[in-house]
């Protein structure tokens, strides 16, 4: 089944969705207690939040035992992101980058901007690697 782009935007329109999915990217796999008591909210609530999310493909499950572990939908959250790129204003097509044509008839203001936004990516990238790089 296909979803609708509108559709899959309207879903993420829920905070609580776009907190559970946070969540999954941070730590994997994860069940609904353990959603539950990381977000405070009840486990039928999780429930309903995370059918939904299944629903329109963001997430998946495979019972094992009696437990059902939800994790991301990888291919899923990477069609968002080419939706999200169609329309970016930026003129980097998803890259991340410029694209020449568009740096140089980018304003002073847009591309300070930008390097603001490089800049708080790269910082985030440095802290990840200095927590995982081994001592």
């Not at 999310?53 to 991301?72: C, D, F, H, N, T």
């Not at 936004?117 to 985030?124: D, M, R, S, T, V």
């Amino acid at each position: 089944m296909i979803i609708e782009p509108a559709e899959i935007f309207k879903v993420l329109s829920v905070e609580t969705r776009v907190k559970i999915l946070e969540l999954l990217k941070a730590n994997g796999a994860l069940g609904v207690k353990d959603i539950s008591g990381k977000l405070g909210i009840t486990p039928p609530a999780v429930s309903q939040h995370l059918k939904i999310l299944k629903q329109a493909g963001l997430v998946r499950s495979e019972r094992q035992g009696y437990w059902i572990p939800y994790s991301i939908n990888e291919e899923a959250m990477e069609g968002c992101r080419e939706i999200l790129n169609e329309v970016c204003s930026c003129g980097c097509q998803g890259t991340g980058k410029f694209k020449e044509q568009e740096l140089s008839r980018a304003s002073l203001e847009a591309l300070k901007n930008y390097e603001i936004e490089l800049q708080n990516e790269l910082n985030k990238v440095r802290r990840r690697v200095s927590e995982i790089e081994p001592e």
